[in-house]
């Protein structure tokens, strides 16, 4: 299983953030099908963001819940992120993961894109 | 709010050597199924985070037996039974029983 992250690189403040994650080797559909995103600001640790499952349940960190959406999108074997009114504090790498066990066991990664946000 | 709190920070460690990282949580991780939900990773220099460990003590998948974790409720441990060279990043502790939350990362580096 493969899990590829696209998008702009580089997002103006109060903007939309949208990225993409693309599923291969796999259907990104199915019962114990859950997909996360999960950020990390440059030399910094690691931020859950929010998780969806194949039937387009979703779960959002708290902290972020009210500008994240997440989707699905099983025609494409995608599912997508949305982060709305971004400032300088959601710079970071954003990486796309498939739960084993939803909330938990993080078991593939994708390989993680940088978003700056700057005007 | 859930914290999970990790030790140490920076870890330098011998080749051959016993390495040892704690990962404390202010709540129970002790599902209803019994399972405990904590998660360990590493992260290599300029890498995406690998699963080492799931639900506590669950090897994952092409991890060398040299790993294990044990623990349960609010006290885990991550232990390296023989540093190698590769072993070098930073590991995280995830816990998600209540919303996912990674502990601060301990850095590894070899002496």
Redesign the interface.
Known sequence: LQLQEAGPGLVKPSETLSLTCTVSGGSINGRNNYW?W?RQPPGK????IG?IHSNGNT?Y??SLNSRVSMSVDTSKNQFSLRLSSVTAADTAIY?CAKH????????Y????TLVTVSS | DVVTTQSPLSLPVTPGEPASISCRSSQSLLHSNGYN???W?LQRPGQ????LI??GSNR??GVPDRFSGSGSGTDFTLKISRVEAEDVGVY?C????Q???????TKLEIK
């Open positions: 996360g999960i640790g690691l931020e859950w998780s779960y960190n708290p990486y084993d066990l939803w909330l938990v066991q993080l078991a990664w994708g390989q993680g | 939900y904590l998660d990773y995406s985070p690998q699963l799931y639900l994952a998948s995280f995830m816990q998600g029983l919303i996912p939350v990674f502990g601060q990362g």
